[in-house]
């Protein structure tokens, strides 16, 4: 899961360019594993290649995953086992998913009778605490924070 945060935290690197990387590479982590030379073969902007060899944002993608946690979220990503398959199979989909709860058990509830899966969002670190607190209409965050419906 970290190299897969990592890889979203670098410069240069959206969900096309990761879709691109890993049909060369085959996998985030054989991507952080690559040679410079194949790397900037790709045609990748110079910072890219240079964040990617030194591996410098997987510091940070730990304390990221530590952070969510915390927080008592999740995160999916996109080669997950339960990465939603329907969004896998976009045209651009989100490299990196950060659920408010655990994502096991809002699929239970979603299973369940509440037909709609609770607020998922792909955004990178720096807007994700803001969207954390404010997840979704106020009508969503009061059902999250208070377990009431409106």
Do not use: Q
């Amino acid at each position: 899961m970290k190299d897969w945060i990592a890889l979203n935290m670098t410069p240069g690197v959206g969900s096309r360019v990761t879709a691109r990387l890993l049909e060369h590479f085959g996998s985030a982590e054989a991507i952080f594993d690559a040679p410079r030379r194949e790397l900037a073969l790709l045609r990748l902007p110079l910072e890219t290649v240079e964040s990617i060899v030194s591996r410098e944002l997987h510091a940070r993608a730990e304390t990221e995953i530590e952070s969510v946690r915390n927080l008592g979220g999740d995160i999916l990503v996109l080669d997950d086992g339960v990465y939603p398959a329907l969004l896998r199979e976009t045209y651009d989909p989100p490299v990196v998913l950060y659920v408010k709860g655990a994502w096991a058990e809002c699929l239970e509830l979603s299973v369940r009778g509440n037909r709609r899966l609770p607020p998922l969002f792909d955004l990178r670190p720096e807007r994700r605490a803001d969207v954390i607190a404010r997840i979704g209409s106020a009508r969503h965050h009061d059902h999250f924070r208070t377990g009431t419906r409106h």
